[in-house]
């Protein structure tokens, strides 16, 4: 069975690396293990085929794809050249292996690629430098979005959207029950779930439950647990100064209240659970409190669903150390072997403009990456980030120690949510499964363990 890589390679390659659209099927169905979106590929006359064609793989879809496609498609026919999307995974665990492997085989498709925030040192250095090409414009954007995507002291890409982890909650459930605002700590969800799961359940619907999270061995489960210990303990897995710190005395304690949800106001099955089984739990009306992510805002207002006008949405419970957000995102870049730099250049910082990233917004409700558009009511109304939320987008957004791992990051993941897992599913206890990580992120990255409080 070829792979996707061979396939892409196949279909869109030419003698001279660029792509010859005369060779692309009205329908791309992307042969791997994982499914691949069907992409809509229309071809130019044959007239028009000596333009350049720029090519994007692109991690949306939905809402976020089509907007992309109208928006570079007309920029592409205003100058002089065409735009086709490419077919990505739709598997997250698999999402990296296609833009790294084609990058390997320095392919010259994709010209422009979009990267998930934990990517850049995997991918860095087949990617252009942008820093000549975007100037001051990088200081649009809020340093910490910045950040991530500067590798060596070069910016290889630029944040396109972001998000962050969010409460959502019923707020029908919170008046009825007596409660005056979202909880603010993890022990306030707790009481608060346990005393609706109860009236909930007396009223008749036995399959309710208090709160539904990620708790599937995967990077989902990574985030929740970063916000878990970070709130609890401020700690971030890895540390800058080199050491390894996931056993503190907070650390263990934060795990053991995650443990104790298990059964009591999380349902057994929320260990297998991802992001859209968590949803479906949530928008059906079986739960009061939801962690998840601010995308997940416009599929439950526009959504014909039981709950699509009666929850709100708060910054996550916080510890001791108050509250932490995971930083989510993705950012574009250009490749360092694309045929159409020029072309590629001018597309991405028409992507990244305040103009369209404004449209984005409107349209799709994703979250903009520019500081100044996210003080803007009119834009931030169809996000989660208004009224109570307004202005804190940024708020305890904590980024995962994708840069301090490098490339090593998708291991020190693995290493961490399998952990975490383990604590939850009870195969062992939170402390031996943290000691057991200790040992294994040491191995991975050469860090020295921390000292244990």
């Not at 392919?107 to 430098?129: A, G, K, Q, R």
């Not at 056993?247 to 992001?275: F, K, N, Q």
């Not at 995308?295 to 150390?321: N, Q």
Request: glycine share 8%; proline share 6%; net charge negative.
């Amino acid at each position: 069975m070829p792979t996707g890589v061979d396939y892409i390679l196949r279909q869109y390659s030419g003698r001279s690396g660029g792509i010859f659209l005369s060779t692309i099927p009205m329908v791309l169905v992307l042969f791997a293990s994982c499914s691949a979106r069907v992409i809509d590929s229309k071809i130019p006359p044959e007239s028009e085929q000596e333009q350049p064609v720029l090519s994007m793989m692109s991690l949306l879809g939905g809402p976020s794809e089509d907007f992309e496609t109208k928006t570079l498609r007309l920029f592409a026919a205003q100058h002089g050249f065409h735009f086709q999307h490419l077919p990505t995974f739709e598997s997250d665990d698999g999402l990296i292996a296609l833009p790294q492997e084609l990058l390997r085989k320095h392919s010259t498709v994709p010209d422009l690629l979009e990267m998930d925030i934990i990517w850049p040192s995997n991918l860095s250095e087949d990617l252009l430098d942008l820093t000549p090409y975007l100037g001051a414009a990088v200081s649009s954007f809020p340093p910490e979005l910045i950040q991530p995507f500067t590798f060596k002291g070069r910016l290889i890409a630029v944040p396109l959207l972001i998000d962050t982890g969010l409460l959502y909650y019923r707020s029908d459930l919170l008046e009825k029950y007596g409660f005056r605002s979202p909880p603010k700590t993890w022990i306030e969800l707790e009481a608060m779930s346990k005393v609706i799961q109860r009236g909930e359940r007396r009223a008749g619907n036995k399959n309710f439950w208090g709160f539904v999270w990620q708790g599937r061995a995967s990077e989902g489960l990574t985030c929740n647990a970063l916000e878990w210990f970070g709130s609890q303990a401020g700690n971030h897995i890895l540390e800058p100064d080199g050491t390894v710190r996931v056993c503190d005395r907070e650390v263990v304690r934060a795990l053991e209240r995650a443990v104790s949800w298990i059964g009591t106001i999380s349902p057994p099955g929320v260990i297998a659970y991802d992001v859209d089984d968590s949803f479906n739990v949530w928008k059906t009306g079986n739960a009061a409190f939801m962690r998840n992510w601010g995308y997940v805002y416009g599929f439950a207002t526009k959504l014909s669903c039981p709950v699509h006008d009666r929850f709100g949405v708060s910054t996550l419970p916080g510890g001791d150390y108050g509250t932490t957000r995971t930083l989510g995102g993705i950012a574009v870049t250009v490749s360092r072997y694309s045929g159409h730099r020029e072309q590629a250049v001018a597309a991405l910082r028409y992507l990244v403009s305040a103009e369209v990233e404004s449209l984005r917004t409107i349209q799709t409700g994703t979250l903009p990456p520019m500081y100044s558009l996210q003080q803007r009511g009119d834009l931030m109304k169809n996000t989660p980030f208004h009224d109570a939320l307004a202005g804190k987008v940024m708020t305890g957004v904590v980024a995962r120690p994708a840069a301090l791992a490098g490339a090593s990051y998708e291991r020190v993941s693995h290493a961490f949510s399998e952990a975490v897992h383990a604590a939850l599913a009870r195969q062992a206890s939170p402390a031996q499964s943290l000691h057991h990580l200790e040992d294994q992120l040491v191995e991975i990255t050469g860090f020295r363990p921390a000292a244990n409080l």
